[in-house]
């Protein structure tokens, strides 16, 4: 019997030592995108914003305790992840769209366009508290969706010339060498950087918007088939599963699945409307 219990004991300790993770997301309440949190596992749910207007993307700080909200109203605030407090980043700049936190919290990476065109946007460069503005890529057309590596060096990012083909490219920060990762194969969105390099992101070249990886030797794997829009990608902690968005089940929620294309299921509840989930690794928090 003792033998029995400290089994299950055992058991239990590695189930939840192994879920370090936590899921910062946007949920829709009240009429507006809101951040919330929840468990890797979908428990846990606890709204972070409650301030009057949509929020675009979020990301988080190395520590957990805060995140960087992007609004849709072109603001970028941090806010405190226990209370919700925001705290506006202060620049000469307005206007920014997708930005996201380097993995140091030392800089931030957004998308901007200084001509006032929708079309006409590029990946700029900002220190954490909103100096040293720089401008990282100087390509005509429409360039946003940044998302860093894990070590920092290079920001991938969306490029589309206005037509149907929509690639996947990528940015050396300190020598802002411009790289073309896919060569029209229609549209590429949401783009995440694995720790090993793997990317994962969606795409509709299939004919529906599903989830696809592409690992560092360059091959490409579909892990979605469904008629949903799939999208928005980010990667657990130990690269084997992905967090998507899905509008499978006729409601945007929030699901995992495994990178081989096993273990899709659906995390928060059907009649939420939720999007964007973005993790935390707890177990590699200072």
């Known amino acids: 019997m003792m033998i029995t219990t400290i089994a299950c004991q055992l058991t239990m300790s590695l189930a939840l030592g192994a879920s370090h993770e936590s899921l910062a997301y946007l949920e829709l309440r009240d009429g507006f995108w809101q951040v919330s949190i929840m468990s890797a596992d979908g428990s846990g749910v606890r709204p972070v914003t409650r301030s009057a207007g949509d929020k675009t993307r979020v990301s988080w700080y190395p520590d957990g305790k805060r995140l960087l909200v992007n609004g849709a109203d072109g603001r970028i605030y941090g806010v405190d992840a226990a209370t919700g407090q925001e705290q506006s980043v202060k620049t000469e700049l307005s206007g920014f769209q997708d930005a996201v936190l380097s993995p140091d919290a030392k800089q931030i ?91 994962a992101f969606s795409s509709n070249r299939s004919g529906n918007y599903d989830i696809w990886i592409r690992t560092p030797a360059g091959e490409d794997r579909q892990i979605t088939h469904d008629a949903a829009l799939d999208a928005r990608p980010a990667w657990s902690a130990d690269g084997r599963h992905v967090f998507f968005e899905s509008s499978d089940g006729g409601s945007l929620g929030i699901w995992s699945i495994g990178i081989d294309g096993s273990d899709r299921k659906r995390l928060t509840g059907v009649a939420d409307q939720a999007r964007f989930p973005v993790v935390f690794d707890a177990g590699g928090a200072p």
């Not at 690639?167 to 300190?174: E, L, N, P, T």
């Not at 411009?178 to 783009?191: C, M």
């Open 109 to 199: 990476a957004f998308s901007l366009s200084t001509s006032g065109s929708v079309d006409d946007h590029d990946i700029w460069l900002m220190k954490e508290d909103g100096t040293a503005l720089r401008k990282l890529t100087t390509m005509p057309w429409l360039q946003h969706e940044p998302a860093w590596s894990a070590d920092g060096r290079y920001v991938y990012f969306l490029s589309g010339n206005g037509g149907q083909v929509h690639d996947i490219w990528r940015v050396g920060v300190s020598d802002r060498r411009t790289e073309q990762l896919t060569n029209n194969q229609l549209y590429h969105f949401d783009v995440a950087v694995a720790k090993d390099g793997s990317l």
